[in-house]
C-alpha cells in the first residue's frame, strides 16, 4: 500500500519539478538579454537630422532621431523642443537586417517642426540611453524673406474686402463685404470685423460658402457683409477684418503634422464722409433711393369719393423702403387724424431687402361720427446722395364721406356730456332701477317650451301632427366666418363680419338692448387690446359666449313664429 503512495507522489510532482527546473534555466538567459540590450543601448549610436537649416517662421520642416538599435519607442523626450518650436506627434519606424551574417536593428522618429521666433534657434540633444544626438543650429528667417515653398504656403489663406463706394454722407450706410479663400485645413478659425473712428459696425445676414478653383487649386470661400454706417464728417479709415485661427501642416504617413498659427487681415480702406448741407430742411435721410407707397383695404378707386358707414373699418398700409440707410436710422411715421375717428397703430414690422431697409405700417380707422372726413397724407424730405439734392416723396390721404348705419347705435360716438342741475332747497328721493336680469327670459323660454309640449300632445292624441317650419335667414356663412375670426383672434375680420350680423340680426338683437351693449362693448375690448400701445390681453371665449345667447334669441323668436302657426283644431 505504501509503495502505491509513493508512485502516486512521483506522478504528481513531476510536472512542477519540470516547470521549475524551466525557470530556473531562464533566468540566465533574460538576464543575458537584459544584460545584452544594455549593452546594446552603450554601444548604440543616435542621430539627429532635419529636412531644411534655414526656414521660415511658422515654415514647418521634419526633424529625424534614429538609433542603431531596437529599443523601446518612448526612449525619446521630444518635450525639450517647447521653448523654441512647435511640433506634432512623432511615428516611429523599426527595421531589421542581415547582411552577410550580420544583424543590424535601426529605430527611427520622425516629427513636424516649426520655428517660433526669427533669428537663430538651436535643436537641442536627445539623450538615448547612454549616447546622444548632436545639437542643431537653425537659422529662421522673416516672412518676406521665405522662398517659393513658404511663399506657396503663405497663399493657403487670403482675405479680401471690398466696399459699395468711397465717398458718402454723414448717416448714410455701405455694405463691406469680405472673403476668407482657405486651401488647406484649418482649426479654431475666428473673422472679426471691420473697425473706424465714427463708424458703426453691424453684421448682416449670415455667412455664405462656396467652392472655386483659381490657377487648378480650389479653395473654400466664406463671404460675409457689414454694413458700416458714417457718424461724423472727414476722412476715415476703415480697418480690415482680422483673421485668425490654426492651420494644420506637415501631416504625411509618417507625421501627424503640427497646428501652426494663421493670421491674415483684409486691407485697409480709405472713406470721404460728407457733412449735412447746411441749407437741407427737414429730417436728414441721406439715400441714393427712398420709395414710399400705401394701400387701402377697402381697395379705394376714387380718393375724393369713398363712402362707408359709422363703425365700419378701413385699413391703411403704408410701405417705406430706404437704401444704405440702417434699421435704426428709419424715421418714426406719426401722422395726425381728426377726433372723428378711431385709430389704431399695429407694432410696425422691419425687414432688409436687396439692400434696402424696409419698414411696414398698419393702421385701422374707425368712423366714429357721420360727415365728411379727411384722412392725411405723408411727406417725406430726404437727400438723393446720387444727385446731390434734397427730394420729397409724398402719398395723398384720404377724403371719406361717412353716412349713418341705421341699424348700429351710437357706440362708436363720443359719450355726451352730463351737465348736473342746480342744486335746490328741495331734495329728491332718489329712484333705483334695477334690472330684471336673465331669469324672466328663462321663465318665458321655460313656458314656451311647456306649451310646445302640451301642444304636440293634444296633436297627437288628435293623430295631427304639425311641425313648425323653421325660418331661413340666409346668414349661416355670416356667423360662421364671424366666429372663425374670434377664435383665430383677427380683430380686422370680427368688426367687418360683426357689423354684417348685427345689421341683419337687428331686429332680434333689438328685443335685448343689454345683451346688444354687452357684445358691441366687447368688440370694442377685442379692438383696443390688440391695437392700444400696452401690453393687454384679450379673452376671446366671453365674446362667442355672448354671441350663443344671440343665437338663442333668434330660436326663441322662430319658436314664437311658429306657435301662431299652429291650428288650434
Known amino acids: 500500500m505504501s509503495v502505491n503512495k509513493n508512485n502516486w507522489a512521483k506522478k504528481c510532482l513531476s510536472p512542477w519539478l519540470l516547470l521549475l527546473t524551466m525557470l530556473v534555466a531562464l533566468l540566465p538567459l533574460q538576464a543575458m538579454a537584459a544584460q545584452a540590450e544594455a549593452e546594446a543601448e552603450a554601444e548604440a549610436e543616435a542621430e539627429a537630422t532635419v529636412s531644411k537649416n534655414v526656414v521660415a517662421v511658422n515654415q514647418v520642416f521634419q526633424l529625424s532621431v534614429s538609433v542603431d538599435t531596437a529599443i523601446n519607442p518612448d526612449s525619446v523626450d521630444f518635450s525639450v523642443l517647447s521653448p523654441n518650436f512647435a511640433y506634432g506627434q512623432p511615428s516611429v519606424s523599426s527595421s531589421t537586417s542581415l547582411i552577410n551574417g550580420t544583424m543590424s536593428r535601426n529605430t527611427t522618429w520622425t516629427i513636424a517642426v516649426a520655428a517660433k521666433n526669427v533669428g537663430t534657434a538651436t535643436i537641442p540633444a536627445f539623450k538615448i540611453g547612454s549616447s546622444q544626438t548632436t545639437p542643431i543650429t537653425i537659422k529662421v528667417l522673416k516672412g518676406s524673406q521665405k522662398n517659393n515653398s513658404t511663399a506657396a504656403d503663405q497663399a493657403n489663406v487670403r482675405v479680401t474686402a471690398e466696399i459699395d463706394k468711397n465717398a458718402l454722407y454723414v448717416g448714410e450706410s455701405i455694405n463691406y463685404r469680405v472673403k476668407i479663400l482657405i486651401g488647406e485645413q484649418l482649426s479654431q478659425a475666428s473673422l472679426s470685423a471691420p473697425s473706424g473712428d465714427g463708424l458703426t459696425v453691424s453684421q448682416v445676414g449670415q455667412d455664405a460658402q462656396n467652392n472655386i478653383v483659381q490657377n487648378g487649386r480650389r479653395y473654400l470661400v466664406i463671404t460675409r457683409n457689414y454694413q458700416i454706417t458714417a457718424e461724423k464728417a472727414g476722412k476715415v479709415i476703415i480697418h480690415g477684418s482680422r483673421f485668425n485661427g490654426s492651420a494644420i501642416r506637415g501631416a ?13 487681415n483684409a486691407r485697409n480702406i480709405s472713406l470721404n464722409i460728407k457733412p449735412k448741407p447746411t441749407d437741407y430742411k427737414g429730417l436728414w435721410l441721406p439715400t441714393p433711393d427712398l420709395q414710399l407707397q400705401q394701400t387701402w383695404q377697402p381697395q379705394v378707386s376714387n380718393q375724393n369719393d369713398v363712402t362707408t358707414k359709422v363703425g365700419e373699418p378701413i385699413t391703411r398700409t403704408i410701405t417705406l ?3 444704405d440707410v440702417a434699421q435704426s436710422n428709419m424715421p418714426n411715421i406719426n401722422l395726425i387724424y381728426p377726433d372723428t375717428v378711431r385709430i389704431y397703430n399695429e407694432k410696425p414690422e422691419y425687414r432688409t431687402e436687396n439692400g434696402y431697409s424696409v419698414m411696414t405700417l398698419k393702421q385701422v380707422i374707425i368712423p366714429r361720427q357721420v360727415g365728411k372726413v379727411a384722412l392725411p397724407p405723408l411727406t417725406i424730405n430726404w437727400w438723393n446722395t446720387t444727385a446731390a439734392k434734397q427730394q420729397r416723396s409724398e402719398i395723398a390721404g384720404l377724403t371719406i364721406n361717412v353716412i349713418a348705419d341705421p341699424t348700429a347705435n351710437n357706440q362708436f360716438s363720443p359719450p355726451a356730456t352730463i351737465t348736473p342741475p342746480a ?3 328741495t331734495t329728491n328721493p332718489v329712484k333705483t332701477i334695477t334690472t330684471a336680469g336673465i331669469w324672466p327670459w328663462a321663465t318665458l323660454v321655460f313656458a314656451i317650451l311647456w306649451i310646445i309640449t302640451l ?3 293634444l296633436k297627437k292624441r288628435q293623430q295631427q301632427i304639425i311641425a313648425p317650419t323653421p325660418i331661413t335667414t340666409g ?4 356667423v360662421s366666418a364671424l366666429e372663425n375670426a374670434v377664435n383665430s383672434n383677427d380683430p380686422i375680420k370680427v368688426q367687418t363680419y360683426y357689423q354684417q350680423w348685427r345689421q341683419q340680426q337687428y331686429s332680434i338683437l333689438n328685443t335685448q ?19 392700444s400701445p400696452l401690453d393687454s390681453q384679450w379673452n376671446h371665449q366671453t365674446l362667442l359666449t355672448l354671441l350663443t345667447q344671440a343665437k338663442q334669441l333668434k330660436v326663441i323668436k322662430q319658436t314664437s313664429i311658429a306657435l301662431t302657426n299652429l291650428d288650434p283644431k
Open 475 to 478: 346668414n349661416v356663412d355670416v
Open 321 to 323: 423702403r430706404i437704401k
Open 252 to 264: 504625411n504617413g509618417f507625421s501627424s503634422g503640427i497646428t501652426i498659427p494663421v493670421k491674415e
Open 513 to 531: 338692448p343689454q345683451l346688444l351693449q354687452q357684445l358691441d362693448d366687447e368688440v370694442k375690448a377685442m379692438m383696443a387690446a390688440h391695437y
Open 423 to 425: 342744486a335746490t332747497a
Open 455 to 457: 301642444i304636440l300632445l
